[in-house]
């Protein structure tokens, strides 16, 4: 921060001026991420503009969680559309690739981050009732019509993952 002080009123006014390094997070987050990426490379702990790669970091391990929400409601959503309106399974594989497509999802992003697994486990409440809204507005059944409790087990979706009886 600088203090600059005018005149004649001798006001004094703190005005905030970025860091290089900053300035260069805002205008070219490629070159930035490279200039990071060299200054560790070589050691040069110096010139890391940490508040940033610190945040960047945090933001990694948020997207992770996100995505894991993300797919894990889908999965959801689909098996309820699944078990509701089985009828409308028939004509179409789509509902089947995508219960598919997330339950792979699901598993890399757990194979990467084994500890993910404790998130899947606080999320998956959550992620239900997120699938049972998504369900009954994506079929115009009543919210109401759908089991008020998951009615399938962490376990039987990924028994890989979870030790029997935690759900």
């Not at 490629?30 to 790669?53: A, H, P, T």
């Not at 009828?87 to 993910?116: G, Y």
């Amino acid at each position: 921060m600088k203090t600059i002080k005018s005149r004649p009123k001798n006001l004094s006014i703190s005005v905030s001026t970025q860091p290089k390094k900053t300035l260069l997070y805002d205008k070219d987050f490629m070159k930035w991420i490279d200039n990071q990426v060299g200054y560790l490379k070589k050691g040069d702990l110096s010139n890391l503009d940490i508040d940033n790669l610190i945040e960047e970091i945090e933001s990694l391990g948020r997207n992770d969680k996100r995505s894991l929400k993300s797919q894990l409601t889908r999965l959801l959503m689909h098996l309820l559309k699944w078990k509701y309106q089985p009828e409308k399974q028939i004509d179409s594989n789509s509902w089947k690739t995508s219960v598919s497509n997330a339950s792979m999802e699901i598993k890399f992003l757990i194979e990467d981050s084994p500890s993910l697994k404790n998130d899947l486990i606080k999320i998956y409440s959550k992620a239900y009732l997120e699938a049972k809204q998504y369900a009954a507005n994506e079929t115009g059944l009543d919210i109401d019509m759908f089991d008020e409790v998951c009615p399938w087990t962490i376990q039987e979706l990924f028994p890989e993952f979870v030790k029997s009886g935690k759900k």
